[in-house]
């Protein structure tokens, strides 16, 4: 899964998760589901390898990443930023 939505998944659960075993969920899955659904309907995908072409197990991969990928995965944390602000 693509890191900054990952991020932006903890970000939620750490807002809306449970404090004890009986709580509540609806409201964190609810929250989450309009999170992923909006980042795979505006990039097609929440997968890594799918968004970038990068396979991160290939250590030039980290040398593509940082000469042409880098500000592509900018525009992933800037749309869950702005994702998280409208439902925090």
């Known amino acids: 899964m693509c890191g900054a939505l990952t991020g932006g998944v903890l970000v939620l659960s750490a807002a809306f998760g449970r404090d004890k075993l009986g709580d509540d969920r609806d409201v964190l899955i609810s929250k989450m589901q309009a999170l992923v659904d909006g980042f795979r309907a505006r990039f097609g995908s929440d997968n890594c390898f799918a968004l970038t072409g990068l396979d991160f197990n290939d250590p030039a991969a980290q040398t593509i990443?940082?000469?042409?990928?880098?500000?592509?995965?900018?525009?992933?944390?800037?749309?869950?930023?702005?994702?998280?602000?409208?439902?925090?």
């Open 65 to 88: 990443y940082r000469e042409r990928v880098h500000a592509q995965c900018r525009g992933y944390v800037e749309y869950v930023c702005e994702r998280l602000d409208k439902l925090l």
